[in-house]
């Protein structure tokens, strides 16, 4: 099996070769500003105006779904709803939902595997979301890494 590979650099500037996909956590109620989707936007427009629209459209915006955007010949943004609003609602529940992030990845590695794509993306769920990398670790595995998708995270020097 695939394991993760762990690279220091930027998710949105990914760093191998073919077809990848970048892909980050979304929240359930159309906010984009804060976190990893400002580095998004100041590479590429689409995926914060194609997520726009999505949420004005309705229908399957929804927690674990997912929206692929191409944003270059060979670069996918996947924005994958896997938050809850964007505050926490106590102190005992954040924004994550990890239900809703497992049935993202899990489309995502479908996606990925019958595109021969590679995935790029920071430690999702991790920073505004609330979640923890103890957690999602765990659901890239039983995910992206069972279909044979390689998967890059990458920290930010």
């Known amino acids: 099996m695939k394991t993760i590979q762990y690279i220091r650099g930027d998710a949105t500037s990914p760093q191998t070769e073919g077809k990848k996909i ?3 956590i979304c929240n359930d109620i159309g906010g984009w500003g804060k976190g ?3 580095a998004i936007s100041n590479r590429w427009s689409d995926p914060e105006n194609e997520y726009r629209k999505w949420f004005k ?4 915006f929804c927690l674990g779904e ?7 010949e060979t670069i996918w ?3 994958m709803i ?3 609003k964007i505050t926490t609602h106590s102190k005992k529940v954040p924004p994550i ?3 809703a992030v497992e049935k993202c990845l899990e489309k995502l590695s479908v996606g990925a595997f019958e595109m021969n794509a590679s995935i790029h993306m920071p430690r999702i769920g991790c920073g505004l979301a609330g979640g923890t990398w103890e957690e999602i670790e765990p659901i890239i595995e039983r995910t992206l890494l069972k279909n044979e998708v390689e998967v890059y995270i990458y920290d930010l020097e």
């Open 66 to 72: 997912i929206q692929m955007v191409q944003v270059e």
């Open 82 to 84: 896997g938050q809850h």
């Open 36 to 38: 990893f989707v400002k």
């Open 97 to 99: 939902r990890y239900e």
């Open 77 to 79: 943004v996947c924005n």
């Open 22 to 24: 970048v892909a980050h």
């Open 57 to 60: 459209r309705g229908g399957n």
